[in-house]
């Protein structure tokens, strides 16, 4: 199963990779984790990426496409859930040229949609754990809001979720983004998915799409 989840940020895009690749036995391949990671280890890639992304602004094009080449080089992965990736147009092609290459189909881009004032909300109450990654709400968390259920680690508010940021990325999101809904429907591999409901009745409403019964 080869999957691209797209949506505007804060739609539940990470939740949904995570128990579609637990379903599938697929991998999860998060560009923002990908990033995350390479500016904690402060890599060269790090360096670059980081001021773009504590801005709310997308990470330049040539540079995407390298570190998604990188992931797939040599792996010929079977099954994966793409998911922050593409963003842009260029990016959709580059990914659709790489594919080429390897001999792989795109069985799906899922779409979620959600209203930019539930999007807004749920990104500011979102905490993450800076050891294992792991994403909470406050509303999860009760009184204990620092520290990480699963591994202990510290859980902090990612400066891109403070309210101006996001403010940010969600136009960034309707500029440079959302057409690629237009560029993606043309080709008929686009599904759009209502994400404003529980997170296992969108997962129900994904596999559904997925095996039409
Ligand atoms: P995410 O966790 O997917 O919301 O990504 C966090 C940040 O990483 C974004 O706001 C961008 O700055 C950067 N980023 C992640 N994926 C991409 C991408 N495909 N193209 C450009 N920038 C990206």
Excluded: W
């Amino acid at each position: 199963m080869r999957i691209i989840l797209f949506g505007p940020p804060g739609v539940g895009k990470g939740t949904q990779a995570k128990l579609l690749i637990a379903e599938f036995n697929a991998v999860h391949i998060s560009t923002g984790d990908l990033l995350r990671e390479a500016v904690k280890n402060k890599t060269p890639l790090g360096l670059k990426a980081k001021q773009y992304m504590d801005a709310g602004n997308l990470v330049p094009d040539d540079i995407m496409i390298e570190l998604l080449e990188e992931v797939f080089k040599g792996k010929a992965e079977n099954s994966f859930v793409l998911d922050g990736f593409p963003r842009t147009v260029a990016q959709a092609k580059a990914l659709d040229d790489m594919f080429e290459k390897m001999g792989f189909k795109l069985d799906a881009v899922i779409s979620l949609r959600v209203e930019h004032d539930v999007v807004i909300k749920r990104l500011s109450s979102r905490r993450m754990c800076r050891t294992c990654g792991r994403i909470y709400s406050l509303d999860q968390l009760g009184e204990n809001t620092k520290q990480c259920r699963h591994c202990g680690g510290e859980l902090y508010l990612r400066h891109d979720d403070e309210p101006d940021v996001i403010k940010h990325r969600l136009e960034v999101y309707l500029n440079q983004t959302k057409p690629l809904k237009e560029f993606y429907r043309k080709s008929g591999r686009f599904m759009q998915i209502d994400g404003m409901q529980e997170i296992g009745y969108v997962h129900k409403q994904i596999l559904d799409i997925l095996y039409p019964t």
